[in-house]
């Protein structure tokens, strides 16, 4: 991956924004600076990228914890595989169709962060276990249990369950330890199904880091219990599992782990973070920045996760002093998180793309527009390109069909491709 020469293009739309002449791509790639490329266009930094997969990879490490990062925040299979090939112990997804979008690029170990609801859904999984996947799914209500039984049973293969435990106004999951205890009773009359341990995502709390670790206290003495009670069986590799952890709390939920006896009844923790990847430099910069200030051993972790995505547009208009219109707006990038703020400027003629100076600020974004409040003296010109990061890579990535790969020299040599 780390290699740009010879690249495929098969599978990848051949026509859309951020795209070139696919002749001259096979020949000596797309240079961003001299115009190759139609602009909106999504960019990789995938050095930074395999950076951010490998400390995420060694912190799991340091926590003898399994990573199962989450899939849909990218829906990349290159970046599938790469996660892979970095020692994730499986992937996470969210939906029945990104199961088979992972299957498809050879991931043979899934968690399914959602319960298996619809026939059609049901069949397809049921196809796929029998095919040899590994997976699992969440369960929090015995309404789901007869369908999922007749499946399975039909198929002749069994289903994993996570059994998910939930938070008051929260999302999907039972809501206290009595109600786990009672489902997870009611599972083992369903011999197609086998409850192999425990789910939470504590994002969903309200409240400060003492509300999170209770919780996850919570969550792992409910595990206990259920374990105590006879309720869970052991996965194929004689594990039991306990899963918790998005992209900002995962700290805490290793933390807790260790400090539980868990591991003792043969739980193995597995962490589900997604956006590290790419990382951003808004919510989830600040979320790493937490991270770093309570764990220290975060802190022993080499290195540091960095933004691994830019988008860049050029400038159309220049109407007013002080206020610049730029070709990137809400069909492009994320704003439910903040806007789009810009980091790099370049004009033809530069030798590099050079940092913006101080008092450059998004102010407003439309469907194909972003307004950039500049200092009225600034030397910005129409057709000038601009380089802007993002917060929440999730909702940036799903409108983008293939993600231009940046080399040293703003070239592109590789293109991924999404499957949202």
Known sequence: MTEFANVSIEGLAQTGKGLGDWAQ???QGWSLLDGDLCLPVATLNWH??????QWMARFAAQ?????????????????????????AWGMTLATVPQVQS???AGVRRILLANPLVGRTEQRQIAALIAAGLEFYCLVDDAAQLPALQQVMADADVRLNLLLELGVPGGRCGVRGGAAALKLAA?????????????E???GMVKGDETALRQFIRDCYQTTSALQQAGWLQPTAAGQLLVSGAGSANYDLVADEFQHSKLSQQGFALVLRPGCYALHDSGIYQDAQQQVLARSPQACLVPGA???????????????????????????DVAFDAGLPQPQLWYRSGMTAPVAVGPGWQASKIMDQHLQ?????????AVGDMLAFSASHPCLTLDKWRQLAVLDEGFVVRRVLATEF
């Open 102 to 104: 992972a299957a498809r």
């Open 305 to 331: 996760l960095a933004d691994a995505l830019q988008l860049w547009g050029y400038v159309l208009s220049r109407p007013e002093p002080g206020l610049a219109i730029i070709g990137l707006g809400k069909r």
């Open 63 to 87: 926590q003898d914890a399994l990573l199962a990062p989450h899939g849909k925040t990218a829906m990349t299979p290159e970046l599938f595989r790469a996660q892979q090939a970095t020692g």
């Open 25 to 27: 791509f096979r020949q």
């Open 186 to 198: 009611q599972i083992r009359h369903y011999p197609a199904l086998q409850l192999c341990g425990v």
């Open 200 to 202: 939470f995502y504590e």
């Open 372 to 380: 950039l409040q500049i200092p009225a003296d600034t030397d910005l």
């Open 48 to 53: 930074a990228l395999q950076r951010n997969l």
